[in-house]
């Protein structure tokens, strides 16, 4: 009854266990081998992604414009990421 399995696991260019390595998948490969040969299809998330920022404050506007509860929910955290500086480096 599993449509996808979305997972954040691995890397390109730094790892958080070593540098291809994301530390879900590094601390319970058994798992991972059951998810990869389930026949399920997956999405796997490097690592690397969450250290980039693709979206910019007028973006951020139009998903609050959706109005639903989930969407202003994600806008809050992503405006609130951006006031505080999290993504200043980029």
Known sequence: MIHCIIIMGGAFL????TLAVQLNIYVDPEAVKRVFIS???FYLCLLDITHERYS??????KIDRLGSREARFFSDILQQSLDIGIFSDL
Do not use: R
Request: a negative charge; glycine letters at 16%.
């Open 56 to 61: 910019n404050e007028e973006e951020l506007h």
């Open 14 to 17: 730094a790892g958080n266990t």
């Open 39 to 41: 026949g399920i299809p």
